[in-house]
């Protein structure tokens, strides 16, 4: 247990005498990594599948193109949907520099994924002054310039606010109104309107979307249309839908598929 209450884990890569390790590993649909943090900082991404990761301050939806910067002995969890193809990067204290103090998802060029397949065929001590010494040097500059994306979730910690959320999650179409939601949760809707102000410094409209957005990016992923994404998470319209996914994450819901 780490001084946090924390399972630990300590694998291979996070000893080595390196600024930065690959690691490579497939998972199952389903399966969870429980609740955990490392000593070194990581970069969360997976070429294939979609990576559901929570800390106690949000939720994260990673879908490939997209990874995820974990700050060292920071807790989380990892579940997966789909079968994934994790190659994750861990930092050495030095280099961690180039990343954040909180979790953030992060868009992943082709030449930084490129580069994280390539990390990944390196031997766990690479030459410095050889080609791994170049890998992790143009790594270290992709991280640091690429882009910082809205796809977290923050986190409900009422209880009244967590059924809410749940039922969101089951069906994120659901055009119920906060008053609505309140007849549900045993709470007025002036008292979750406070709450969600309260514990995430955002209305509930605003989270909601946020959370919207986040299913139809897994949904993307997984290789849905925009057009049925749009309506499996509640937008009337796919030119409104577009729009949102626009102003979030800088690109149309269908580039790259």
Known sequence: MS???Q?????????????????????RDGEATGWHDHARAQLLYATRGVMRVR?????FTVPPGRALWVPARMGHEVRTE????????????DAARV??????????????????????AEPLEWDEAGRGGHLAALIAEEVARAPRLPL????????????LAEALRANPASPLTLEEH???????????ARLFRQETGMGFARWRQALRLAEAAALLAQGATPTRAA?????????????????AFGVTPGAGR
């Open 3 to 5: 001084a946090n209450g």
């Open 7 to 27: 399972n630990q884990r300590t694998l291979a890569q996070e000893q080595v005498d390196r600024p930065l390790a690959a690691f490579a590993r497939d998972y």
């Open 55 to 59: 800390t106690e301050a949000a939720g």
């Open 82 to 93: 789909g079968e994934v193809a994790m190659r994750a990067l861990f930092f050495r204290e």
């Open 99 to 120: 990343g954040e103090s909180r979790a953030a998802v992060l868009g992943v060029s082709p030449l930084l994924r490129e580069l994280i397949l390539a990390a990944c």
């Open 152 to 163: 977290a979730v923050p986190a409900l910690r009422d209880p009244r606010l967590r059924r």
């Open 182 to 192: 309140a007849a549900r949760c045993g709470a007025s809707a002036r008292t979750l």
């Open 231 to 247: 309506a499996a998470v509640g937008y009337g319209s796919a030119p409104a839908f577009g729009a949102a996914f626009r102003a």
